[in-house]
């Protein structure tokens, strides 16, 4: 079982940061077979992804936060991270840790409680 835990959210000014952080427990093995990355809802609108880092190191980033967002996995502590710079009132949502992948128990999709970032115009 695997388990994820972020933290960082808050509130923000238009323009300022904020880094969100998740932290994974359990099989650490299955952890390491697993994408994660960030999503983000919005009240009425689908969950949409932020960004993603594979197992390979690869990043991938929604076009919405290209060059202003930075995902980061540290796999000695099993935690991801996501460096929200340039932060714009459209960015406001609960983000969510998401981690998946094909491991040694089959198919995997987990996820985070969620976390509420607010920036104000």
């Known amino acids: 079982q695997v388990q994820l835990v972020e933290s960082g959210g808050g509130w923000v000014q238009a323009g300022g940061s904020l880094r969100l952080n998740c932290a994974a427990s359990?099989?650490?093995?299955?952890?390491?077979?697993?994408?994660m990355g960030w999503y983000r809802q919005v009240p009425g609108k689908q969950r949409e992804l932020v960004a993603s880092?594979?197992?390979?190191?690869?990043?991938n980033y929604a076009d919405s936060v290209k060059g202003r967002f930075t995902i980061s996995r540290d796999n000695a502590q099993n935690t991801v991270s996501l460096q929200m710079n340039s932060l714009k009132p459209d960015d406001t949502a609960v983000y969510y840790c998401n981690a998946r992948g094909t491991t040694l128990m089959g198919y995997l999709e987990v996820w985070g409680q969620g976390t509420l970032v607010t920036v104000s115009s």
């Open positions: 880092v594979f197992t390979g190191g690869r990043t």
């Open positions: 359990g099989s650490i093995s299955t952890i390491k077979a697993m994408a």
